[in-house]
């Protein structure tokens, strides 16, 4: 529209839509700017005392097939271990922490972005893969493996979990389950795990996301305000920056109607 522009048709179509805006009355500027005012108070805040507990009931995703399952793993979450007999998890040895250095880069509305990240999944470099924590479920779309150019026909095999608020009011069930190598890193310092995928044949702004199961596995500590990952390995901490350009145009993409 602009030819001579410096600016993309989306900044120019939301500079009109702002400008196209009612005005805000005096009083609801004032409100707002005290709202705001409040927010960004720091400094110490008083203890909460608790009036009352709050329980949730929630479901699985179905992956045990025998309540016999369920209830040994029961008995291993309610088993009281010492340190002394203590099983250390692998890499455990291995300390992560964060500091001022890992700040990259600033924005204003901190957590607002996706932590998006791009390894190696059975050979293809997937650009756009997804680091979701609060998932219980690690995800591949039917078109990414079309993408990756994987013969799938023999690789599903069955699954009992189930996707929610994907369809409205219905759950989706996945085409199967399949378990792929994902690789992070170079030759000379890489982790890699096999990764249980479930496998679902929906439209996503992603290739892959991986979930708490997938995290567990790498041990990875996510940072959602730097977006950065990190993980250990054999030779130290292996750190990986999230793409801010990928970040915005995939959160542009996925809010579109």
Not at 143 to 156: C, Y
Not at 195 to 208: G, L, M, Q, T, W
Not at 227 to 240: A, R
Request: charged share 25%.
């Amino acid at each position: 529209m602009h030819l001579k522009a410096q600016h993309m048709l989306f900044e120019c179509v939301s500079l009109r839509k702002s400008l196209n805006a009612p005005l805000l009355p005096q009083n609801r500027k004032r409100k707002d700017q005290e709202d705001d005012d409040e927010d960004d108070k720091s400094g110490t805040q008083d203890f909460q005392d608790p009036k009352n507990v709050i329980n949730v009931i929630f479901g699985g995703d179905g992956s045990f097939p025998l309540k016999r399952a369920q209830k040994l793993i029961l008995h291993e979450i309610l088993s009281v271990e010492t340190a002394a007999i203590q099983k250390p998890q692998r890499y455990s040895e291995v300390p992560i922490s964060f500091s001022r250095d890992d700040q990259w880069t600033s924005f204003s509305e901190l957590g607002k972005f996706p932590l998006i990240v791009d390894p190696v999944v059975a050979g293809s470099q997937l650009t756009r893969v997804l680091i979701d924590g609060g998932s219980g479920l690690n995800l591949l779309f039917a078109s990414t493996l079309k993408k990756m150019g994987l013969d799938i026909s023999k690789m599903f095999t069955p699954s009992r979990a189930s996707f929610y608020n994907t369809v409205p009011g219905n759950a989706a069930p996945p085409l199967g389950s399949m378990v792929l190598p994902v690789n992070f890193g170079t030759k000379n310092n890489y982790r890699t795990e096999y990764i249980k995928f479930e496998v679902a044949d929906f439209e996503s702004s992603y290739h892959v996301i991986l979930g708490r199961l997938a995290l567990a596995k790498f041990m990875v500590v996510p940072h959602f305000v730097y977006l950065i990952l990190k993980m250990p390995s054999k030779t130290g901490v292996l750190m990986f920056r999230g793409d801010l350009k990928k970040s915005t145009a995939t959160k542009r993409r996925s809010s579109t109607p």
